[in-house]
Structure formats: C-alpha cells, structure tokens
C-alpha cells in the first residue's frame, strides 16, 4: 500500500495532484505541449506513471486540466482588476488592461503550442464555455456604455486584444501596443462619448 503523506487520504490526493499540475505546467512552458505526458510528469514530480493515470487518464486530461486552471486564474485576475472601476468606461478600461497583461505574460504563451484538437471533446467544449465566462464582463461593460450590439461589439475587442498579443510575442513594445489597443476600441469598437 502506498504511503500517504498527508494528515488524510483526501489531502494526500489533493497533493499529489497539485506536484502533477505544477510539472505538467512546468515541462509545457519549457518543452512544449508533446512533453506533456504521464511518463515525464510523473518523472518530473516524483510519482510513479502508474499512479499518474489514477488523476490524469492521457496526456489530453492532463492539459485539460492544466488549461482550465489557468483560467480559473485568469478569471480570478480579471474580477480582481475590475472591482474597483465605478463606470461602464472604466470596466472596460480595466478589462482590457488586466486581459492584454494575461496574454502577454509568459504562462499564457504556453498554451499557444497546444493543439486543441488534442484535447478531449469534452475538454473544448468546456474551454468554450469558459471563454464566454470570461468575456461575460466585458459585453457588461459594453453594454452598459450603451454600445449597440454589445455582444458582437465584445468579440471585437477580443479579437483586437488577440492581435495585440501577438504582436507582443512577435517583439512589438508592450506599452505601445497597449496604447494602441486602448485607442482602437476607445475610437472605433467602443467610442468615447461625445
């Protein structure tokens, strides 16, 4: 029977599946989506193979769970910068700052690399979901500013959000592409009042 290192067999779990998350998290950002596999994570945590598929079934769950994590993360950065805004104006503002710092930010070019067609149905269907979780505030915010549309209006903006990451990641200033984003949606998507 194997040792359980913990107060309880549940906080052993818990432990054990949090080493898994964080090599798995580990060997994505340093080698890649395909270094992501039961052998290496366990390897990596110190857990036997074997015992890596009790938490993870393949690969795909593994990064399922890798991914919806870093949502959860996300979501909780985006709530957090949004808080203290008091006007549709300033939510937005405070979204589109906290979101084009998650993209820009190393973990989350991590995920670039990996296939969703590799993950399990199950898995993107979720991923979905939580995508529309995370733009649920903004098309609030636009919506509240009394944009027509605000829907179509937020998936605009993310669209210039993604183009502005990915400028990033190709050597573009940070700053200035920020400065740009906020000028584009100031201006065109979401103008300024009159």
């Known amino acids: ?5 913990a107060p309880t067999v549940a906080e052993h779990h818990r432990r054990r599946r949090a080493a898994l998350m964080a090599a798995g998290r580990t060997l994505l950002a340093e080698h890649g ?9 366990g390897a990596a945590a110190g857990i036997a193979r074997s ?3 009790q938490y993870f079934p ?8 890798i991914v919806e994590d870093a949502f959860a993360s996300a979501a909780e950065r985006l709530t957090a910068a949004m808080a203290g805004a008091r006007t549709p104006r300033g939510r937005l503002d405070a979204y589109l ?11 989350h070019r991590m995920f670039d690399g990996i296939d969703p067609a590799s993950l399990p149905p199950a898995t993107r269907a979720r991923i979905a979901a939580l995508h529309r979780e995370q733009t649920a505030p903004l098309v609030d915010a636009v919506r509240d500013a009394g944009i027509p549309e605000p829907t179509i209006a937020a998936q605009l903006v993310s669209g210039l959000l993604g183009a502005s990451s990915r400028v990033v990641a190709s050597g573009a200033d940070p700053e200035v592409a920020l400065a740009l984003l906020m000028r584009a949606v100031r201006k065109g998507v979401v103008p300024d009042p009159a």
């Open 58 to 65: 393949s690969s795909g769950e593994l990064l399922a769970a």
């Open 51 to 53: 015992s890596v598929y």
């Open 1 to 5: 029977m194997p040792r359980i290192d």
């Open 33 to 41: 989506a395909e270094a992501v596999t039961p052998a290496a994570v």
């Open 97 to 107: 700052r906290a979101s084009f710092a998650l993209a820009t930010d190393s973990e």
